[in-house]
């Protein structure tokens, strides 16, 4: 943890970023779904924990560790 | 498929803790912390509850407001993530809710109660009759207006809970014909909670059951007037429709007055009702329908509306669809949110979870989360993989060549 900690807190100032609060991105996040699934949630969830699942293996979650702080 | 985004995901490194009461002393030792999150970036802060009995309200909405200010150059606030670890109650669980995007660990507890305020009985004074009864009065509408905020921040994790569970409708609807969405969304929701959730569920019940018709009756007679020339004017037709409702409601009661009480249920109904109404007429749930709402369709509404080439009369038909299961789902977490402030309930993590006040257990697969959507990225597409690969072998032959 304290290495995360660390190296975001050298990547913060140079990289300003916009408006942050999420509802634009988030509807074209239901959209990138929709697209997919329709209205079949159900689908939808067992796909996302399927994949939850194979993330458990340990090379997985070192890079979601990696992408964050990207 | 999934990708982390971080407007989802709690950081150590920009966040703030909180333990211990809410407090001059607590803001006084965050403040130059969020202050400084805010300098370096507009990224998420993360606000973690370690253990806190809740405290002053006001110190709750200070932090609240400090953390989600603009910079000088009016830059969106940075998005709030909150986090509750062990325990959060009164002002703390709150604050929890009023998160961007609100977690709680598993374990963790959460208690809502309505709002305690000694410090308005000034000490030196002896209590009186009217005095108690000003404070009695002083703090339903002070504990009415919190159950409405609580409601305009959450309601909308609310509603993804009725997405997810409208699939199992039609299977409720087997062994009880006859269900309306909502009656087979509440017995799939309770089913849900643990026992002690289930107690402020069904105090939401009994509260739905009495705004049901009164928020018909001041529906019906303020119809057809979003736009009135005077705020006041709508603030007229609300209490003569809530004046007209409560002696219709006690018209067998011969010793019903309004002086005797009513007049202090009609304020109550009133600031109720004008919440609602204004909540209605917000962009909020429109916005919700065009959004998430369509999840909510069945295939063949869905083939429907996808028949309408114009996209407006696309928007048009979609929120015409969505609407109507929503309005009484909004209404009954409205009464949730007021049973909230009702005695003390304490819930679990995930009680909370299915009761629209958080939007994340953590590390528990099995929920559904906003996150998800955010985080969902399509698999590529096994076809375009191999072809990419030969481009680049191709490529590097090329080069080799």
Redesign the interface.
């Known amino acids: 943890m304290d290495n995360l900690a660390n190296d975001n807190e050298r990547e913060s100032p140079a990289q300003p970023k916009a408006a942050n609060t999420g509802d634009k991105e988030f509807d074209e996040a239901v959209e990138r779904v929709y697209r997919k699934y329709g209205s079949d949630l159900p689908a939808f969830v067992r796909d996302v924990q399927r994949d939850i699942q194979k993330s458990h293996s340990s090379s997985e979650v070192q890079r979601k560790v990696v992408r964050i702080n990207d | ?4 985004d ?2 989802y ?1 709690p ?4 966040a703030v803790y909180i333990d211990g009461v809410l407090d001059d002393q607590l803001l006084s030792r965050i403040t130059p912390q969020i202050l400084k999150h805010q300098s ?5 802060i993360t606000l973690y509850i370690l253990n806190s009995p809740g405290g002053n309200v006001g110190i709750m909405q200070d932090i609240l407001r400090l953390a989600q200010m603009p910079d000088q150059d009016a ?5 709030l993530i909150t986090v509750v670890t062990t325990k959060a109650q009164s002002a703390a669980a709150d604050l929890l809710s009023s998160g ?1 995007y609100a977690i709680a660990l598993p374990g963790s507890t959460l208690l809502y109660h309505g709002v305690r305020t000694p410090g308005l009985i000034p000490s030196l004074q002896p209590l009186t009759a009217e005095r108690t009864s000003l404070l009695a009065h002083i703090l339903r509408l002070t504990n009415d207006a919190y159950a409405m905020a609580l409601a305009r921040k959450a309601e909308q994790r609310f509603m993804l809970r009725f ?2 569970l ?2 199992g409708f039609q299977k409720v609807r087997e062994t009880s014909p006859g269900m309306s969405d909502l009656d087979c969304f509440l017995q799939l929701l309770s089913a849900n909670l643990s026992s002690g959730a289930r107690k402020v569920f069904k105090k939401a019940q009994e509260r739905y059951v009495r705004y049901q018709p009164l928020f018909a009756k001041v529906i019906s007679k303020t119809q057809g007037t979003r736009a009135p020339e005077r705020r006041a004017k709508m603030e007229a037709r609300i209490i003569k429709a809530i004046v007209d409702f409560e002696m219709t409601n006690s018209k067998n009661d011969p010793n019903w007055t309004f002086k005797d009480g009513g007049l202090t249920r009609l304020v109550e109904d009133f600031f109720l009702v004008s919440e609602y109404v204004e909540g209605e007429q917000s962009d909020r749930v429109r916005h919700w329908c ?3 709402g ?6 063949e509404e ?1 083939a429907e509306l996808n028949e309408i080439k114009d996209e407006n009369a696309r928007n048009e038909k979609l929120i015409e669809k969505v609407q109507p299961p929503v309005k009484p789902l909004v209404m009954f977490f409205v009464a949730l949110c007021h049973a909230l402030q009702e005695d003390d309930n304490e819930l679990t993590a995930t009680d909370s979870y299915w009761l629209g006040l958080i939007d994340e257990v953590m590390g528990n ?2 929920l ?1 989360t ?1 996150r ?7 698999d590529p597409q096994p076809d375009t993989d191999e072809k990419e690969k030969d481009i680049n072998e191709g490529a590097a032959h090329a080069a080799g060549a």
């Open positions: 498929l999934i990708k982390p971080q407007n995901r950081h150590p490194s920009r370096q970036n507009r990224n998420p830059t969106n606030p940075c998005r961007d997405i997810l409208r699939h065009l959004s998430l369509k999840l909510s369709l069945t295939k869905l697969s099995s559904l906003p998800w959507f955010a985080e969902y990225v399509e």
